[in-house]
């Protein structure tokens, strides 16, 4: 049984972009589309696609994001928070990751976020992840 399924979804699109196919699939749950639509709208990944799988189950189809020579435009996706150990982080210490370069992503009252985002809005919340 997994526990986790948002390291699962995290895992899936990193050996997907080690192994430079073009597309995964993930588990669904609002949490994962939600991380997901970030990441495409910062430029990491392409796009994706919600497909029903029948009796009841839904999918998530990823198509990655690769630069002119191949290289994957993710160089590192790690799960910050975890099930057995919760991080959080208030409004001033999100502000800016990897000098700019990367992404936090945090589960705020206001919704799933990326860092830039949570801070315009004054909010702080529970890192999921981090990108870059």
Known sequence: MMTDIIADSLTRIRNAA???LDT???LYSKMIEAIVSI???KGYLESY???DLGNNKKAIKVVLKYDK???STINEIKRISKPG???YKGKNE???FKNGYGT???STNAGVLPNDKAYKLGVGGEVICSVW
Request: aromatic share 0%; charged share 40%; net charge positive.
């Open 18 to 20: 080690m192994r430079r």
């Open 94 to 96: 999100i502000k800016r």
């Open 39 to 41: 990441l495409v709208e």
């Open 104 to 106: 936090l992503i945090v």
């Open 49 to 51: 696609s919600i497909e």
């Open 69 to 71: 020579n191949g290289k």
């Open 24 to 26: 995964t699939e993930l």
């Open 85 to 87: 150990r919760r991080i």
